[in-house]
């Protein structure tokens, strides 16, 4: 099982929609979650971390489930410019960040 | 403040043969971290270096080998490259080992 799964993608959604991506990790002694971002050959960009009580950014929010092992982010209203791939992203005190595939994300007008 | 610098940006390179990437990390951090990112994948942890020393590796063969200099820019050398190993290879920067991860552009590697 990998240590990091991360739904298949891609996601084509129109501008406006909502949509979810779904994270799940095998190692319960993570402590760390993040949602990285990475644009098309480009290098990836930290989106926003994820806390066990939950957060929001604007119109992004990161959930994140303990007892699952599961970490989600949803965003709202979708616009162009959020086509990118999402990479779901973990670690353990003190080890390297270990990422997801990632799901790729396409916002058509 | 630059950030992340990496070079080479391209370079092609031959089966059997050693290449040596190189990076810079931005400024203030003293930790370097390289990852190998294959097409449609994601990052692939490689090794992480501290203080001049190698404190964390991933699943790679002995291949992959690193260094740090006192400066703390980092090369990470691979040598008897394979068709496997063509990717992007990305070094990321932190202060400490678990703060965020800032990456370069990163060098992408053709083996051919």
């Known amino acids: 099982r990998k240590e990091v799964e991360q739904d298949p993608g891609p996601f084509n959604v129109p501008e406006g929609a909502t949509v979810a991506f779904n994270c799940t990790y095998s190692?319960?002694?993570?402590?760390?979650f993040f949602w990285y971002r990475q644009d098309c050959r480009k290098e990836p960009k930290l989106l926003m971390s994820?806390?066990?009580s939950g957060n929001e950014d604007g119109r992004f929010t990161a959930q994140l489930n303990r007892a699952s092992q599961y970490i989600s982010l949803l965003i709202r209203d979708s616009k162009l410019s959020d086509s990118a791939t999402y990479l779901c992203?973990?670690?353990?005190?003190?080890?390297?960040?270990?990422f997801g595939k990632g799901t790729t994300l396409s916002v058509s007008s | 403040d630059a950030g992340v610098t990496q070079s080479p940006t391209h370079l092609i390179k031959t089966r059997g043969q050693q290449v040596t990437l190189r990076c810079s990390p931005k400024?203030?951090?003293?930790?370097v971290s390289w990852y190998q990112q294959a097409l449609g994948q994601g990052p692939q942890f490689i090794f992480q270096?501290?203080?001049?020393?190698?404190?964390q590796r991933g699943n790679f063969p002995d291949r992959f080998s690193g260094h740090q200099f006192p400066n703390y820019s980092s090369e990470l050398n691979v040598n008897a490259l394979l068709l496997g190993d063509s990717a992007l290879y990305l070094c990321?920067?932190?202060?400490?080992?678990?703060?965020?991860?800032?990456f370069g552009e990163g060098s992408r590697l053709t083996v051919l």
């Open positions: 992203v973990v670690n353990q005190a003190g080890t390297a960040l270990i």
């Open positions: 270096y501290y203080e001049e020393e190698e404190r």
């Open positions: 190692n319960s002694a993570s402590q760390s």
């Open positions: 990321a920067s932190s202060q400490g080992g678990s703060g965020e991860l800032f």
């Open positions: 400024s203030g951090h003293d930790t």
């Open positions: 994820v806390y066990s």
